[in-house]
């Protein structure tokens, strides 16, 4: 899994999410997608947790800031749900609202990686989620710790592609502040 063991998680997790952006670009451990293609929140699914009783934490996460070969703002965070019910996405509670990938011109594939976790209890999240337009908060976000710190464990799912610079990129950087 291109070195997402030992660089995000500590095992590889069993169960896979199925991760699709726009008209069937579909995120298939480790294939390559464009920033353009990426640039809208994708359609994700998983198998296995209907129950309701099942609540369900997503992240995505970019380990490779600004390179793979210098990740010194490992990991970036670009996107978070908590208390997913089973598996209504739509139901959950965002903690940092999606944005496509960004890889600097020159850098190299960048990995984006989708965690899911299952939840022991409800996480609470005192503070209002984190606009698509703004980096504060997501700068060296390290996944095991926010699973460490909400009792969350290992993943029990996973999936990534890799991207590229593209110009996209730009345009997505117009918008962001912070």
Partial sequence: MDDIVPDVVDAVPAGDIQVIYGEGNAVKQGNELTPTQVKD???VTWDGLAGESDLITLLMVDPDAPSRQEPKLREILHWA???????????????AAYIGSGPPEGTGLHRYIFLLYRQTGKIEI????????VRAGRLNFNARDFAAKHGLGSPIAANYYQAQYDDWVLIRNKTMTG
Avoid: A
């Fill in 41 to 43: 929140q994708p359609s």
């Fill in 81 to 95: 749900v908590v208390n997913i019910p089973g598996s209504d996405l739509s139901k959950g509670q965002p903690v």
């Fill in 126 to 133: 005192d503070t209002p989620p984190i606009p698509n337009t």
